[in-house]
């Protein structure tokens, strides 16, 4: 099976329900008055302190996956109400990862896409709400997109460099006019299919040299299992990076589901 019949099977798995398409709305850090400020709850300063502790771009920037094993994990359809719940997490174990998110969320919760960037982590264009790309012409496809960087860029004063396709879903339009390197995946952890936290870890642990994980922090089942991912990958040495430094910082402009070697094998 192809990458693009995949992503295409993907979206017929997932249907028009729930699933990996389903983007959240409300605001994820706190609560957003008319002006769209955010008011900080207490978890929000407890969790943004968390992750202040263990130190901004704590992340070892010299690491060379061309040497060490090092894997990329990453987190679509937010920002969301657990996203700050992740950030603790990751932070813990200094790991950086790479969050693709929806636009109109960004723009509803520009706080929590910035604390994210803050941290250290790579922030992805995934859409601006979450529609199957390829149903779009090539104009509506680069309005879509850009509008979404556009949003990300005001949230944390950098544009995206990465984007996924909602549903992994993409065709030679998708493929020739996205101004931005699409990403998919080697490892689906399948956790917008089942909300089951020991699921999550062992298809986590599956992950080779390389890899990029797909996960959805939009799930508790989803956030209950990442510390131990991390745990687990750590203890067989693994490196947790962005998926633009898993790429030595220049991602290929070809499609690809992880590693340098499966971009040059598309």
């Known amino acids: 099976m192809t990458l693009a019949s995949a992503g295409l099977a993907a979206v017929a798995a997932c249907g028009t329900g729930t699933g990996a398409g389903d983007a959240v709305g409300g605001d994820a850090g706190g609560r957003t008055g008319s002006a769209g400020t955010e008011t900080p709850t207490i978890q929000t300063v407890l969790l943004a302190a968390a992750v202040r502790a263990a130190g901004e771009h704590t992340a070892d920037t010299s690491v060379d996956c061309r040497k060490v094993k090092c894997v990329a994990l990453t987190f679509d359809d937010g920002p969301g109400e657990y996203t ?113 936290s020991a699921r999550v870890v062992r298809k986590a642990k599956s992950v080779g040299p390389g890899g990029v994980i797909l996960f959805h922090d939009i799930h508790p ?16 040495g693994y490196r947790f990076v962005t998926v633009s430094q898993l790429f030595g910082g220049k991602p290929p402009k070809v499609v690809y589901s992880g590693g340098p070697a499966a971009a040059a094998a598309l």
């Open 84 to 196: 700050d719940e992740v950030l603790s997490h990751l932070a813990a174990y200094r790991a950086r990862a790479t969050f693709f998110v929806v636009g109109q969320n960004v723009a509803a919760n520009p706080g929590v896409v910035r604390r994210t960037a803050k941290a250290g982590h790579e922030i992805g264009n995934h859409s601006w709400s979450h529609r199957n790309l390829t149903t779009l012409s090539a104009a509506g496809l680069r309005a879509d997109l850009n509008r979404t960087s556009q949003a990300i860029k005001a949230a944390t004063g950098t544009a995206p460099k990465v984007m996924r396709p909602p549903y992994g879903a993409f065709n030679d339009t998708v493929r020739r006019n996205s101004p931005l390197p699409v990403v998919l995946w080697s490892v689906d952890t399948e956790d917008w299919r089942y909300r089951d």
């Open 221 to 236: 089942t989803t956030v209950k299992a990442i510390p131990q991912v991390l745990e687990a990958l750590s203890a067989r």
